[in-house]
């Protein structure tokens, strides 16, 4: 009927001739491709911009292309994290891509659907951040969609991999608290899940680490690992467990912040003091560790580089590389506040 017909959808071949350039040309800026100059993106975009363009998904996911990109993660309370996170947006921000998050939880078969999900959703890549499901199902599926693994430390030839050096951060806390004067140190880890078959996941490199660092100072026979999630639950947990007896530790390190701030919780409820009465070192610095009234001693592992790389990473799968898959590791550094100090009762 006239007057009721919708206004015409813009295409790229509009956008192309309102630039002034190839359609081949504003695909590559679409896909963020490698060669494409500032210039060729400011004017393209500007006409973009100009005309109101929006690429049109379904048309895209017939050619190939949703440009969605699926990030997995256990839950959303671990502000680590949303510096990863952060890390991928601001590597995707002048892409076309799209991030869509799956807050799985814990259990590998919850993780195992929503990968799957995100894959029937043709989904152009994933980002796996530790994750439970098992090794053989992720090595299936990255054989066909692109795959970057945050975390694990096990290489492969079908994914890649971007992952802290957990031994090498485990070390610098023990040699921090030894060298306060610590002898009795505990570490909370993760549990993690035996049935998903990774080797090498960040809690057994940093348990291994820490077992490691305290045998280099004669303290094997003070090692003491405390299991629990990640969570403020879960350290608070093992922070009454390993604080309510005669024997309590005088340092305790915990493999995320999160943790250590239920360890804290669980010190404060004892009538413990933070670091008077019990040193706490957490994992991740992340954004609360640094707050006034928290001041929590932590190891920096760059999540937000994490997840830039690991963001990098993908597009350069995406758009066809295979010949070689890449293992990124992070430096860790420690950042020492005020959680920490000198043992006032002596082990």
Sequence with gaps: MPGSEQKKRVTITDVAQHAGVSTAAVSKVLRNAYGVSAAMQAKVRASMEELNYRPHAAARAMRGRTYTIGVLLDNIRNSFFADILDGIQGQLDNSEYTVMIGAAGFGADAQDKTIRSMVDRQMDGL?????????SEV?????????VVIGHHDASDVHDSVADADAAGAGLVIDHLVGLGHRSIALVSSPGTRASRWHSTPEIELTSGYTAAMERHGLASQAHVCKAAYSDEGGYKAGITLLSGNDRPTAIMAGADVAALGVWRAAHELGLRVPEDVSLVGYNNTALADLATVQLSSVDQAGQDMGSTAARLLIERVEGRRDRAVQATMTPRLIIRGSTAAPHRQP
């Excluded at 980002?127 to 090794?135: D, F, H």
């Excluded at 090595?139 to 795959?147: G, W, Y």
């Design 127 to 135: 980002i796996l951040i530790a994750p439970g499901t098992k090794r």
């Design 139 to 147: 090595l299936q599926i990255a054989q066909s969609t692109p795959t």
